[in-house]
Every structure is written in structure tokens, then in C-alpha cells.
């Protein structure tokens, strides 16, 4: 599977961006998709995950209540709203495919986006 991620910008704090992904090559319906972060320097981080069929969702504490993640299975698209942006929101963010759910971990995910920056001035 191809993931291509979009909807990055610059935003202003306490705003609001929605990333979305886009699969090809196979239905992101066989995947576990989630969504992380790099800021450069730093290691890569959770964001957020939603199992296959879109019932269950896990969060980074960082982003709880401020970010959610859907899906849409028939355009094989996830996305991730983000309101209430702060400036340590500011990143690079990728989207992932994976095979099995496990709360938070990188390892699962087989299938790498290409990255959108998301910055928010302060």
C-alpha cells in the first residue's frame, strides 16, 4: 500500500488543521492506520491510531481531546483533526499502515507516508 499525507500548514496557536491520507495500491480497510510526529532532532512519536473498521481509536496524552482520527473505508482515506493547536503541535506528520493493533507502537506499522509539515506560530 501507498500512503500519501496532505492538508499540512501554518497555523495560528488555538487553531485547526485536518491532515488527511490517502491509500492506494490496497484497501486501507486490511490496515491499522496511524498518525505520527517528528520534530527534527527528535525521535518520532505517536500520535493516534484507529483500528480497521474505525470502532476504536487510541491517543497520545499530548493530543487527547484535541485531536481525532476517522476514516473513511470507501475512499481509503484517514484523516486527523487537529483543533486547539499549540506551538509544540508543530511538526512533521506522517501517516503509517500497519497489520495488527498495538496501542502506540511504531513497530507494527509496515507502510510509511511521505510527511506533512504542520506548523503553529506562537
Known amino acids: 500500500v501507498q500512503l500519501q499525507a496532505s492538508g499540512g500548514g501554518l497555523v495560528q496557536a488555538g487553531g485547526s488543521l485536518r491532515l488527511s491520507c490517502a491509500a492506494s495500491?490496497?484497501?486501507?480497510?486490511?490496515?491499522?492506520m496511524g498518525w505520527f510526529r517528528q520534530v527534527p532532532g527528535k525521535e518520532r512519536e505517536f500520535v493516534a491510531q484507529?483500528?480497521?473498521?474505525?470502532?476504536?481509536?487510541y491517543y497520545a496524552d499530548s493530543v487527547k481531546g484535541r485531536f481525532a482520527i476517522s476514516r473513511d473505508n470507501a475512499r481509503n482515506t484517514v484523516y486527523l483533526q487537529m483543533n486547539s493547536l499549540k506551538f509544540e503541535d508543530t511538526a512533521v506528520y506522517f501517516c503509517?499502515?500497519?497489520?495488527?493493533?498495538?496501542?502506540?507502537?511504531?513497530?507494527?506499522?509496515?507502510?510509511w507516508g511521505q510527511g506533512t509539515q504542520v506548523t503553529v506560530s506562537s
Open positions: 503509517a499502515a500497519g497489520g495488527r493493533w498495538s496501542t502506540g507502537s511504531q513497530s507494527v506499522y509496515d507502510h
Open positions: 484507529i483500528s480497521r473498521s474505525g470502532t476504536n481509536t
Open positions: 495500491g490496497r484497501p486501507s480497510s486490511d490496515y491499522v
